[in-house]
């Protein structure tokens, strides 16, 4: 099935470590997004990225980073800089960045800090 | 900028009324608006969007929604809830202008009574 897999669903981290949320994406999709959620603040941006080997900081990029090597793929790496990252995080995707395209979302991840 | 309002974080309707959840938007060039569902540990769907074809845009599970430019909403509607209605609400907006990526409000939890 065509989609966005988001892995792994549940993901435990220690005080000062790296981790990293995978997204794969076989929609063909140019254009794929991280959004952090919150209870009771809605979807915030963390990063989004337009096409291979480019992406751009959205509002809550601290202590985050990305890479996106691959069209199909856009990782999340969560870095012991990201001092609250007990969070609920969501991978997405569309097939380009004009306005009227639907954004696609993933499952989401959980990662809790132990 | 663009922001969006969501009104009422939590609604509680009785199963065969009207569901009403409200959506106001700020943005200084036209709007593409779009209102998305989450149910518990899942990821968001889609339920319906508004590209300027036509302001009052029907979408999946019976719900529609109609733009209206005076009032800048777009206030979500279906005309008798369903248990399966019950979930979380996300009103979004995006332009063409700007940074290419949806802007969430914070949400409204439809609770459906039997």
């Known amino acids: 099935d065509g989609g966005i897999t988001q892995s792994p669903k549940y993901l435990f981290r220690k005080e000062g470590q790296n981790v990293t949320l995978s997204c794969e994406q076989n929609?063909?999709?140019?254009?794929m997004y991280w959004y952090r959620q919150d209870p009771g603040q809605g979807l915030r941006l963390i990063y989004y990225s337009q096409i291979v080997n480019d992406f751009q900081k959205g509002d809550i990029a601290e202590g985050y980073s990305v890479s996106r090597e691959k069209k199909e793929s856009f990782p999340l790496t969560v870095t012991s800089a990201q001092k609250n990252p007990t969070a609920f995080y969501l991978c997405?995707?569309?097939?380009?960045?004009?306005?009227?395209?639907?954004?696609?979302f993933g499952e989401g991840s959980w990662l809790t800090v132990v | 900028a663009q922001s969006v309002t969501q009104l009422g974080s939590h609604v509680s309707v009785s199963e065969g009324a009207l569901v009403l959840l409200r959506c106001n938007y700020s943005s200084s060039v036209p709007p593409y608006l779009f209102w998305y569902v989450q149910y518990p540990n899942q990821g968001l769907q889609l339920l319906l969007k508004y590209t300027s074809a036509a302001t009052l845009v029907k979408g999946i599970n019976g719900f529609e929604a109609e733009f209206k430019k005076s009032e800048t909403s777009f206030h979500l509607t279906k005309p008798s809830a369903h248990m399966s209605d019950a979930a979380e609400y996300f009103c979004a907006v995006i332009s063409d202008t700007g940074r290419r990526a949806l802007t969430f409000g914070s949400g409204t939890r439809l609770q459906v009574q039997p």
């Open positions: 997405a995707s569309s097939a380009g960045m004009a306005s009227g395209n639907t954004i696609y």
């Open positions: 929609l063909n999709h140019d254009a």
